[in-house]
């Protein structure tokens, strides 16, 4: 039997598709796309005015940023009398905060190394994840308070806002 040169690298192409494609499917098992829930406009919204209402409640007057789980700002909001730096900073701790699925203030230490000279990240208290059900849906970052500490207590509690509703999605 006589093949020709053309059938002969037809057949070893489809013999080493077929094995790469038997060898992708034993490495893994995993589906080819994943689903990420994300937090609704009006959810992201929510969180931030229950984090606004706590600060306003400390009478203190606040910026905060919502990203959602890729640090994308999903809602900005800056009471009247909060300085326009407070914006860049709730976005920084927030975006910080969803990067290292970790409450700032847990990871304050590390910017005293190498990732504190990283451009885009704030290892100050005020950023904390909003969880719930197991799954991380974004982060608050609140700035404007006399102490990164009220700006974290802020952030907790507009995430514990959200947290009930998602909690049963």
Do not use: W
Not at 10 to 28: E, I, K, P
Not at 75 to 88: E, F, G
């Amino acid at each position: 039997m006589q093949f020709t040169k053309n059938a002969i690298r037809h057949a070893v192409v489809a013999t080493g598709l077929a094995l790469a494609g038997n060898a992708a499917m034993a490495a893994s098992d995993q589906p080819a796309t994943i689903s990420v829930d994300r937090l609704s406009m009006e959810m992201a919204l929510k969180a931030a005015q229950a984090t606004m209402e706590a600060c306003r409640d400390e009478g203190i007057q606040v910026g905060v940023t919502v990203v959602d789980r890729g640090g994308n700002e999903q809602v900005v909001l800056r009471d009247v009398l909060a300085p326009d730096l407070t914006l860049r900073i709730s976005k920084l701790k927030a975006y910080t905060a969803m990067s290292f699925n970790s409450a700032t203030s847990a990871i304050e230490d590390r910017g005293a190394g190498a990732l504190g000279h990283v451009p885009g990240l704030m290892f100050g208290a005020g950023g904390v994840t909003i969880e719930a059900g197991g799954k991380s849906y974004g982060a608050i970052g609140v700035s404007g308070a006399p102490s990164g500490e009220t700006d974290e207590m802020c952030a907790r509690k507009g995430a514990e806002a959200v947290a009930m509703e998602l909690e049963f999605l």
